[in-house]
């Protein structure tokens, strides 16, 4: 079996920080997963006992709070500044940029159109930023049968296909008379599709790495599945099933931006000893 | 022959408003054709003595000088400033607007696409209001290679597609991480092509009526020919030929936005007369 890993893959710059931020932190709590791999935040937990915070009742002055990599709502963070904890901010730094062109856009009367998922926590972060009228969408068709205003201002989950962002951009375009198209879609997003595009049109097999609740992975599989058949999504990798490499010959692996690298090193192994 | 003129053609708000102006100003100057259509270029010269200004040096203190509906050239409104000539603004108020965007734009540091005709005078009047880079383009095959800032305003000749726009938008989009796109296609423009288009596809000939040198009649004419093989551009009624209706039932009109309601009954009068 020829395994080959993407070119561009695993921990992001964001994640990156967050991580390191948090090792700096132990003992501490915090609001959500710190990032969307649920094996790095079992290591944090027994590594470092930094716990989930499950209540805010639970945080007593001074204690230590991390915020997430999805950034959180501005009223989580009024909260937490009433108790007097120390915040620890490991918003992504391109989360924190969409954030702020929220707040500007709506204050100098754009409409919002954050293309992403509501029930994302960056989108819900994000959307507690805006004071006024915003909408979210996946696609053009949530958009149709809205009365949008002239002046609207279009932004875009970190982790979303620029190519459908590219979409929801040509319909405001024509509806709109003055549309502002912010591309807040990261770089590392950005590149890792590209490499998962290219490396799946090379494999007969492909292997996505990422936590189930993560975005970016979940978009690297729909990439994947595209070009390769046979591609599967795996969180670990007892999760590989022998079955599924009869007959192949060239294997792809890609990992979400919030896959460690000693992750995606022993899914290869395993594939190796499997195989 | 059933002969069906299209919902919404002919004179638009802006050359109605122009030919307005001119009528009130007998003997004066125009600076280029006020509107694309030689008839009525003519007409305005023999009933209104209006002519087109051949030089600069024609131009007298207190001569009253007509900007014509596509606007002109920041310079050449300077020029007769300096002349103290006495300027009949006919300038299409959303030329103006699209010369105010391309001015305010630029001034914020923002490098201006312009979709539209660089040899338009249109285009050559608003690229003047720019302050700084700029880029023409009929097509995104137009902008490929050109290394964008990240800044970038969109706006787009009156008279053009907004199809075409829309394509600009989504490269544009992708490429940059801030556009400022500012549809500046005129409504008269685009309800004219929506009824060229719907009556085109109910006819088996179609006659397109408008000046040969404008913008948006061809465009008229490009959008009948896709849905009727038998679409003819005429600039007068004597351009008009018999075998063209031979064996043909229904007959669709329109004209573009230069076109006087009495040429386009002059040319459904004459197929009439002719079928």
């Known amino acids: 079996m020829n395994i080959k890993i993407a070119d561009n893959c695993g921990f992001c710059f964001g994640v990156e920080r967050a991580i390191g931020m948090a090792k700096k932190n132990d003992n501490s709590k915090m609001v959500g997963e710190l990032i969307h791999n649920k094996l790095v935040i079992d290591k944090l937990k027994k590594e ?3 716990h989930i915070l499950s209540d805010f009742n639970e945080v007593n002055k001074n204690d230590t709070v991390i915020i997430r990599t999805h950034g ?7 909260k937490l500044e009433k108790k007097d904890a120390n ?4 918003t992504c730094p391109f989360v924190l940029k969409l954030q702020n062109i929220c707040s500007k856009m709506s204050k100098e009367g754009y409409e919002i159109v954050i293309f992403g998922d509501k029930n994302h926590p960056e989108i819900d972060g994000v959307s507690s930023y805006i004071d006024g009228n915003y909408y979210t969408a996946l696609s053009v068709d949530d958009l149709r049968g809205i009365n949008l205003k002239n002046k609207v201002a279009l932004v875009a989950q970190t982790t979303k296909r620029p190519k459908d ?3 929801i951009t040509s319909y405001l375009s024509s509806k709109c008379k003055e549309t502002r198209i912010f591309n807040t879609i990261c770089n590392a997003t950005f590149d890792n599709q590209d490499s998962a595009d290219k490396l799946s049109k090379e494999s007969d097999i492909m292997i996505v790495i990422g936590g189930k609740n993560s ?6 599989f729909n990439i994947a599945k595209l070009n390769c058949e046979n591609s599967y999504f795996i969180e670990k990798s007892n ?8 007959d192949k010959k060239n294997c792809g692996v ?8 000693w992750l ?3 899914v290869v192994d395993d594939i190796k000893n499997m195989t």
Do not use: C, H, M
């Not at 959180?72 to 009024?78: H, N």
């Open 215 to 220: 975005s970016n992975s979940k978009q690297l």
């Open 165 to 167: 962002f590219e979409k």
């Open 239 to 246: 999760e590989l099933e022998k079955s599924w490499f009869y």
């Open 48 to 50: 470092n006992g930094i």
């Open 254 to 261: 890609t990992a979400g931006a919030s896959t460690p690298s």
């Open 87 to 90: 915040i620890v901010d490991a």
């Open 264 to 266: 995606i090193n022993k």
């Open 72 to 78: 959180a709502r501005k009223d989580t963070i009024s």
